[in-house]
Structures are given as structure tokens and as C-alpha cells.
């Protein structure tokens, strides 16, 4: 899902989080393991073509096996369909109603507006996150960071922010990497990210930002062939970089796409 639009590159020093000081990175976190390939399959499982070197699967799917695998998790939205979150740690407007992301029809916000939600909610994604180790993934992808800019005002960026740092800790206390995910516009460093997982930073003019903040350890997806074929040849050589379809479909499926600079 996309993340906002960046407005002022130099604000990302700004933001004042810092992370927690036990959330500490696996000793892996300062070299990239999942090579130029990394397949994103989140819209289901799927072997890997033969040159695949890394994919990123939904939490309910398997790790791939031999090669480094990431797992997805719907950290601070619900997904569609999905009755595992409580009422109570959804987010609610002024007249009770669910506040639903107006892009994403059938995927609500969870209510991370004050410490004691924070911190049940964080709860119930550490169960993921734990289930991710389990399982045998070697990193996570929280999605939905930016989520605080689709709360109609009730959520902040701070909110957002200590949200993260909480999964930060877990991840790292389950072994696990853990991707900032999109949400240019946070300095994911001083939260205790250790990657970058960025949609359309090319469409955007993002990139640099990611690649500034964690170098070549970035996994950039995009979703048209201008933009696909400009990030190949701006960072081709040293960042992970896929085409996709929207729909991230299975080979097999109309309009699946996947294609890789090299």
C-alpha cells in the first residue's frame, strides 16, 4: 500500500523517536542477505522462478525454503474479512462508525491512540510477529505505518511512531529483521528499522530517502514499466528492485507481472 507523499526530506532528522534500548538489530541487519531477486508474493504462495534469491510472503503462508523469506503482516489495519482483531481495538469515529481506509475497502484501523491501546495492540501483533519466528521467516513487514494520515485527524505521527518502536523490540527480541514500510516521511532509522520495503519511490521521487537512510538495503516494488525501467537503471546493480502487478497475482493469473532488473 502506498505510503504519503514525501513533503521536506530534511524533516526525517526531526522526528525525535529513538528506539527502545533492548530492541537491538540482529548481528545481520547491516548487510542486505536477501540478494537482487526478492519475489513479493503477497498475494499467495508460489514456488520461485529459478534465479529468485528472496521472497516476501503473508504471515499465513510458509517461509520459501533455502532462500531468505519475509513475512507480511497487516500490522495496523485489519484485512479484509479477517474477524481475529476486537471491536474494541478497532478505531471508531465521533459516531461510533469503524474508520475504514477510503483505498482499501473492508481493511479497518486499529486504535494505537493512546498507551494502554498501543500496548494491546502490540500485543496481538506480537502473537504474528512470534508466529512469523515460529514458522521459520527470517524477517517482517509491518504494513500500514502511514495509517495515522487515513484516521480522519483521531491518530498522530507520534502515535504511529511508538506503535513501531513496540514491534521494533519484538522483532528483534524473535530474531526477525524489520522492514520500515513506505511512510517516507518517518525517520526509520532512529525507530530501530533495519530495511526498507518501498512501493512506487520511483513514481514518487522517494527513493533516495530510503537508500540515504538504509543504502542498499532496500526492497523497492513498482508497479508500471516507466517506473520499473528508470529504478533499473538508477539502482539496479544494488538494490532489490521488482516489477509487479497491483494485484501481487500468481503466475498464471490475468495480469500477473513480475519481472527483475537483472
Known amino acids: 500500500m502506498r505510503g504519503c507523499l514525501l513533503v521536506v526530506v530534511l524533516l526525517l532528522a526531526a522526528c525525535g523517536a529513538t528506539a527502545p534500548a533492548d530492541a537491538t538489530a540482529p548481528a545481520d541487519a547491516t548487510a542486505p542477505p536477501w540478494g537482487l531477486r526478492v519475489d513479493y508474493q503477497l498475494g499467495g504462495a508460489y514456488p520461485p522462478a529459478d534465479g529468485v534469491t528472496g521472497v516476501v510472503r503473508d504471515r499465513t503462508a510458509s517461509p520459501a525454503d533455502g532462500l531468505w ?32 481506509d477510503p483505498d482499501w475497502p473492508g481493511e479497518f484501523l486499529l486504535d494505537v491512540s493512546t498507551a494502554a491501546q498501543r500496548d494491546r495492540v502490540a500485543d496481538l501483533v506480537r502473537s504474528w510477529v512470534d508466529g512469523c519466528a515460529a514458522a521459520g521467516f527470517d524477517a517482517v513487514e509491518p504494513d500500514n505505518l502511514d495509517s495515522w494520515t487515513r484516521s480522519q485527524g483521531l491518530l498522530s505521527q507520534g502515535d504511529a511512531e511508538a506503535t513501531a518502536q513496540l514491534l521494533v523490540e519484538r522483532a528483534h527480541a524473535a530474531g526477525l529483521l524489520i522492514a520500515q514500510k513506505n511512510t517516507a516521511e518517518l525517520d526509520g532509522v532512529a525507530l530501530g528499522f533495519d530495511y526498507a520495503v518501498t512501493e512506487q519511490c520511483q513514481l514518487y521521487d522517494e527513493c533516495d530517502v530510503y537508500t540515504g537512510a538504509y543504502g542498499d538495503r532496500v526492497i523497492e516494488v513498482e508497479y508500471t514499466d516507466d517506473a520499473f525501467a528508470a529504478a533499473c537503471a538508477a539502482r539496479g546493480d544494488s538494490v532489490a ?6 494485484d501481487v497475482s500468481v503466475p498464471g493469473t490475468e495480469g500477473y507481472a513480475s519481472r527483475f532488473c537483472r
Open 69 to 100: 523469506s519475509a513475512c507480511y503482516v497487516n500490522a495496523f489495519q485489519t484485512q479484509p474479512g479477517a474477524d481475529e482483531v476486537p471491536e474494541d481495538l478497532l478505531l471508531h469515529d465521533a459516531a461510533g462508525e469503524r474508520v475504514e
Open 241 to 246: 528492485v521488482q516489477r509487479r502487478d497491483l
